[in-house]
Nanobody, 119 residues
Framework: LQLVESGGDSVQPGGSLRLSCAAS????????IGWFRQAPGKGREAIAC????????PYADSVKGRFTISRDNAKNTVYLQMNNLKPEDTGLYYC?????????????WGQGTQVTVSS
């Protein structure tokens, strides 16, 4: 299984971005998909997850109310809409076919997509 992240960019505080997670060689709809991020100098953390049925799990407190995860099975893609971005949202964003770091233990992480929030 391999997922490819895209959509990262540099934005000012208060801005928005939409990240995409696309599958290569398999269909996403058979898996829950999680978004994770790694801030500079910190470990990777889970921030959002969506079930095969399209239900989102509770978001990380740090992004609750600002980020929304969704999936479009017809496009074989999962999205992370990020609004009201803050400098502390800066980091590398990854997706994986799992909702937790432990569940993704055997997953070979992709390159991620860089989000930089700065004025």
């Amino acid at each position: 299984l391999q997922l490819v992240e895209s959509g990262g960019d540099s934005v000012q505080p208060g801005g928005s971005l939409r990240l995409s997670c696309a599958a290569s060689g398999f269909t996403l709809d058979a898996y829950p998909i999680g978004w994770f991020r790694q801030a500079p100098g910190k470990g990777r953390e889970a921030i959002a997850c969506i079930s095969t049925g399209g239900l989102s799990a509770p978001y990380a407190d740090s992004v609750k109310g600002r980020f929304t995860i969704s999936r479009d099975n017809a496009k074989n893609t999962v999205y992370l809409q990020m609004n009201n971005l803050k400098p502390e949202d800066t980091g590398l964003y990854y997706c994986a076919p799992a909702c937790t770091i432990v569940a993704a233990l055997d997953y070979e992480w992709g390159q991620g997509t860089q989000v930089t929030v700065s004025s």
